[in-house]
């Protein structure tokens, strides 16, 4: 689906990865309604966006249904009908193993990450089903079929997305609704400090080697892939062979995973 004269929303839009995403779908003129849980955010990208563009945003927390079920209403004042649902708003969780990770943290990544883009798909597909064409596409992670030892909880509620992305895909197949499952490799955000998150990265020989993804770069990939229909999109060389590997070795992938995360990890 191209873009032009489509209304797209796209959650986290108020910095990282939705950021860019944003800023991309205006350049190839979509009008584009942000949702992010920092007004604040949102009104940077609205300068960045620049004046006269055609973006419109709320802060809303996507894990409360009762302000989720206002946004229809809110894009169609704004644009008319949303044509597109892009979940892109995530966290991590608190860099520590299972055993040592509050049940409140992991609540809190669930409910962001998971029930965060259920909520959305869930009140905006019957608006989605109306349209001539439509789609929704939802990020998921390298993460949600990598495990990586200090984000297992995170890992897991991306797992949830491929495979709610997934089952909707199977269900929406013979609907005017395409959906997109995007997997982000190491992409150079804020994510960390967004998600209340510190980590304390190694120096030296024990630092892991990772090459990022940089953020502009990841908004126009995952743009591209919405605009080409695509059933999944792979964000970075790195997540396009982790897949791989996880397929053909998954013990080999996760003992390799362990390996490189190993300095971040604290026992």
């Known amino acids: 689906m191209k873009l032009s004269n489509k209304v797209v929303v796209i959650t986290g839009a108020g910095n990282g990865m939705g950021r860019e995403m944003t800023l991309e779908a205006l350049r190839r003129g979509a009008s584009v309604f942000g949702v992010d849980l920092s007004d604040k955010a949102l009104s940077e990208t609205a300068i960045a966006a620049g004046k006269g563009a055609k ?15 206002t946004l229809p209403a809110l894009v169609e004042a704004a644009f008319g009908p949303a044509d597109v649902l892009v979940n892109n708003a ?87 609704v395409k959906v997109t499952l995007i997997y982000p ?33 990841a908004g126009r990939i995952m743009i591209d892939g919405i605009e080409s229909d695509k059933a999944r999109v792979f964000v970075g060389n790195d997540a396009k062979m982790m897949d791989l590997l996880v397929r053909l070795m998954p013990v080999k992938a996760a003992e390799l995973i362990a390996k490189q995360m190993a300095g971040l990890l604290k026992d």
């Open 55 to 69: 973006f419109a945003h709320a802060a809303v927390d996507i894990t409360d249904r009762k302000a989720v079920a």
């Open 185 to 217: 490799g190491a992409v150079g955000t804020d994510i960390a400090s967004n998600s209340h998150v510190s980590i304390d990265l190694p120096t030296g020989a024990d630092a892991p080697a990772m090459k990022m993804t940089t953020a502009v770069d």
């Open 90 to 176: 995530g966290i991590i969780q608190p860099f520590v193993k299972v055993n040592a990770l509050e049940f409140e943290a992991a609540d809190r990544v669930m409910n962001v990450n998971f029930f965060g883009p259920f909520n959305m798909v869930k009140t905006f597909l019957p608006v989605l089903l109306k349209r001539p064409e439509a789609q929704i596409a939802n990020v998921s992670s390298m993460g949600g079929y990598g495990p990586v030892p200090g984000q297992t909880v995170y890992g897991a509620s991306k797992a949830a997305v491929k495979l709610l992305t997934e089952g909707l895909h199977s269900e929406l197949m013979n609907t005017n």
